[in-house]
């Protein structure tokens, strides 16, 4: 199975200022088609997980350009600029190259 | 709009058996692959395995393969996941999400405790 890891248990932060979020994967997630298969959720308390980036850099629909993704094939990055109370939660990495899809344990975004 | 609506929080004895569902609407239910997904505190989200809701595949982690059984009722639009044989280890929020993407069902609470 691909392990994916989140090496930071949490982040604070101060609202207004910018935050990253890492993520490796224990094997490229870079497919042959170009496209890399890497999700970045965050879920809120008591809510389920929301999409915020798709294919390592794509944003999802609805989410603010606040949020964006880079990295190569198995090192990961969420970058959150001017960030907003809304935006606590705990963020997680999630590799969907293969079966089973496997995710990160999550870092908890807090406000300082 | 598509909704993912999952079946009420269930308490269950060990080693009995439950079926948590998972009613898709707003979308054609055969379009798109059913995952479902545990979450607990010292695991975090595990993913439990797929269907296709059209012919039935199923694709499942290894780790959950002798504990978990996916099937759909098309006439219904309607996902099931079978878990038996529970212990306390099972209990978690169990999520149905729509290809493992932008649309997720509330979560479903199983508890197992006697």
């Known amino acids: 199975d691909i392990v994916m890891t989140q090496a930071a248990p949490s982040v604070p932060v101060t609202p207004g200022e910018s935050v990253s979020i890492s993520c490796r994967s224990s094997?490229?997630?870079?497919?042959?088609?170009?496209?890399?298969?890497l999700y970045w959720f965050l879920q809120r308390p008591g809510q389920s997980p929301q999409l915020l980036i798709y294919r390592m850099s794509k944003l999802a629909s609805g989410v603010p350009d606040r949020f964006s993704g880079s990295g190569s094939g198995t090192a990961f990055t969420l970058r959150i600029s001017r960030v907003e109370a809304e935006d606590v939660g705990v963020y997680y990495c999630m590799q969907h190259l293969e079966y089973p899809y496997t995710f990160g344990g999550g870092t908890k975004l807090e406000i300082k | 709009q598509v909704q993912l609506q999952q079946s009420g929080a269930e308490l269950v004895r060990p080693g009995a058996s439950v079926a948590l569902s998972c009613k898709a609407s707003?979308?054609?239910?055969?379009?798109?692959?059913i995952h479902w997904v545990k979450q607990t505190p010292v695991h975090g989200l595990e993913w439990i395995g797929a269907?296709?809701?059209?012919?039935?595949?199923?694709a499942y982690n290894q780790k959950f393969k002798d504990k978990a059984t996916l099937t759909a009722d098309k006439s219904s639009s309607t996902a099931y996941m079978e878990l038996r044989s529970l212990t306390s280890e099972d209990s978690a929020v169990y999520h149905c999400t729509l290809g493992a993407t932008v649309y997720w069902g509330q979560g479903t609470t199983l508890t197992v405790s006697s």
């Open positions: 094997k490229s997630l870079l497919h042959s088609n170009g496209n890399t298969y």
């Open positions: 707003g979308y054609t239910f055969t379009d798109y692959e």
């Open positions: 269907i296709d809701p059209e012919t039935g595949v199923t």
